[in-house]
């Protein structure tokens, strides 16, 4: 199948050579099968089968969001109404909220119901320009239900237009029917992550390493049997409290390592010199009425590579919108434009090990492309979100287009 996108304004994109975002004006752009063949190609003998106006819009690749808890079958808009009286995120977990009213929830839910559930809140993901999904399990916490988690991402794989990337996190927190909590850190270990890597279902293992959760020592012993299995580690670092994750994240060699507000110095240092990607989830800080956002600024400037994502999940950040993420990163986090859109697009690609494949615009790359009605990259967090996308494409194929315009 060959698709041609004509009458370009113009392409934001990424570039690795010039490390630096750039802008183009190319003729066209050649799409073969699910991959960018050429761009401001020769049209000589060439005949596409399908032909798509740009319309004089510009075109950027299509938004990772390279952290989700997409798989949760009930909100929680109690909790929400809890914090503005006044109770803490870990107020409400401590009285029987929090993650552990989802995980009770997940658990009587069929798979056929998280499916049919999950599948809708794609389709918001889709409209705002996301194009890849990382999503978590994490609430079911036994072996039957964290499979049941995983199995629900292998099938929306199936149905859905967009990747989903899935991540194994039964290290979200512990079981309340668990009193010994080394005998649950043994279940993920010999039992969870084998069972699951035998099962082709994960790519990755993430784990809460934070206060009240899961320290530095048993974060360290489940990335051991994590790696053993082929799978490779992220982090939930230093959300609430400096707890070392953040140097923990380099010892280990994560891939990435998300949140990063009460960070130290010394522990992003040690990302850095390991290549650690330091994602953002300003979403979070805002929907839960803090003002910890992480630094970004200070993480670039000591070396490290920087994502955003949404932290979609049920309990502290409905928000699935890149667009905003990227407003937020910008406004709070110290970083410019052109770093979050960088952040939401290769760097993000970095954070679930697909930089070689999407985050660019690029020959050789998917095409995952968002046609935007704006003038410049400066529009795209200016507008807060995402009324101003036309249409995406996602490996070639379009997907959404809005109506509205």
């Given at each position: 199948?060959i698709t041609k996108i004509y009458n370009i304004k113009q392409i934001i994109t990424y570039d690795k050579v010039k490390n630096d975002v750039i802008c183009e004006e190319p003729h066209n752009i050649l799409i073969k099968d699910d991959l960018i063949h050429s761009i401001n190609y020769s049209e000589t003998d060439i005949i596409a089968d399908i032909e798509i106006d740009a319309e004089d819009n510009i075109l950027t690749p299509g938004f990772i969001d390279s952290h989700t808890h997409l798989i949760f079958s009930s909100n929680r808009s109690n909790d929400f109404s809890k914090r503005i009286s006044g109770q803490t995120y870990l107020d409400i977990a401590k009285s029987g909220g929090g993650i552990k009213?989802?995980?009770?929830?997940?658990?009587?839910?069929?798979?056929?119901?998280?499916?049919?559930?999950?599948?809708?809140?794609?389709?918001?993901?889709?409209?705002?320009?996301?194009?890849?999904?990382?999503?978590?399990?994490?609430?079911?916490?036994?072996?039957?239900?964290?499979?049941?988690?995983?199995?629900?991402?292998?099938?929306?794989?199936?149905?859905?237009?967009?990747?989903?990337?899935?991540?194994?996190?039964?290290?979200?927190?512990?079981?309340?029917?668990?009193?010994?909590?080394?005998?649950?850190?043994?279940?993920?270990?010999?039992?969870?992550?084998?069972?699951?890597?035998?099962?082709?279902?994960?790519?990755?293992?993430?784990?809460?390493?934070?206060?009240?959760?899961?320290?530095?020592?048993?974060?360290?012993?489940?990335?051991?049997?994590?790696?053993?299995?082929?799978?490779?580690?992220?982090?939930?670092?230093?959300?609430?409290?400096?707890?070392?994750?953040?140097?923990?994240?380099?010892?280990?060699?994560?891939?990435?390592?998300?949140?990063?507000?009460?960070?130290?110095?010394?522990?992003?240092?040690?990302?850095?010199?390991?290549?650690?990607?330091?994602?953002?989830?300003?979403?979070?800080?805002?929907?839960?009425?803090?003002?910890?956002?992480?630094?970004?600024?200070?993480?670039?400037?000591?070396?490290?590579?920087?994502?955003?994502?949404?932290?979609?999940?049920?309990?502290?950040?409905?928000?699935?919108?890149?667009?905003?993420?990227?407003?937020?990163?910008?406004?709070?986090?110290?970083?410019?434009?052109?770093?979050?859109?960088?952040?939401?697009?290769?760097?993000?690609?970095?954070?679930?090990?697909?930089?070689?494949?999407?985050?660019?615009?690029?020959?050789?790359?998917?095409?995952?492309?968002?046609?935007?009605?704006?003038?410049?990259?400066?529009?795209?967090?200016?507008?807060?979100?995402?009324?101003?996308?036309?249409?995406?494409?996602?490996?070639?194929?379009?997907?959404?287009?809005?109506?509205?315009?």
């Amino acid at each position: 199948m060959i698709t041609k996108i004509y009458n370009i304004k113009q392409i934001i994109t990424y570039d690795k050579v010039k490390n630096d975002v750039i802008c183009e004006e190319p003729h066209n752009i050649l799409i073969k099968d699910d991959l960018i063949h050429s761009i401001n190609y020769s049209e000589t003998d060439i005949i596409a089968d399908i032909e798509i106006d740009a319309e004089d819009n510009i075109l950027t690749p299509g938004f990772i969001d390279s952290h989700t808890h997409l798989i949760f079958s009930s909100n929680r808009s109690n909790d929400f109404s809890k914090r503005i009286s006044g109770q803490t995120y870990l107020d409400i977990a401590k009285s029987g909220g929090g993650i552990k009213s989802s995980i009770k929830n997940l658990r009587e839910s069929t798979k056929e119901e998280l499916v049919n559930k999950c599948d809708k809140e794609i389709k918001h993901f889709i409209k705002n320009g996301t194009t890849t999904i990382e999503a978590k399990s994490g609430y079911g916490l036994t072996i039957k239900d964290e499979i049941k988690s995983l199995e629900v991402i292998k099938e929306l794989n199936l149905l859905s237009d967009i990747d989903i990337v899935p991540t194994f996190m039964g290290a979200h927190d512990f079981p309340s029917n668990i009193k010994n909590k080394e005998s649950y850190i043994d279940l993920i270990c010999n039992e969870m992550i084998p069972e699951i890597s035998n099962l082709n279902l994960a790519e990755f293992c993430d784990v809460f390493c934070e206060k009240g959760y899961f320290n530095c020592d048993q974060t360290r012993e489940i990335a051991l049997a994590a790696n053993s299995s082929g799978l490779l580690m992220k982090l939930h670092a230093d959300e609430f409290e400096d707890s070392g994750a953040a140097y923990l994240a380099g010892e280990i060699n994560a891939i990435s390592a998300d949140h990063l507000m009460k960070s130290n110095k010394v522990g992003i240092e040690n990302m850095a010199k390991n290549n650690v990607i330091a994602t953002l989830l300003p979403g979070t800080t805002l929907f839960l009425g803090m003002n910890t956002y992480a630094n970004g600024r200070s993480m670039i400037d000591i070396g490290c590579n920087i994502a955003i994502a949404s932290d979609y999940n049920p309990g502290s950040s409905t928000i699935y919108s890149m667009p905003l993420i990227m407003a937020l990163a910008s406004l709070y986090c110290g970083i410019t434009i052109k770093e979050s859109f960088i952040a939401a697009t290769f760097n993000a690609a970095k954070a679930i090990n697909r930089s070689n494949s999407i985050g660019l615009l690029n020959e050789g790359y998917k095409a995952d492309i968002l046609v935007w009605d704006i003038n410049n990259l400066n529009e795209i967090p200016y507008w807060f979100n995402s009324d101003r996308i036309k249409s995406v494409l996602k490996n070639g194929k379009l997907i959404f287009k809005n109506n509205i315009h």
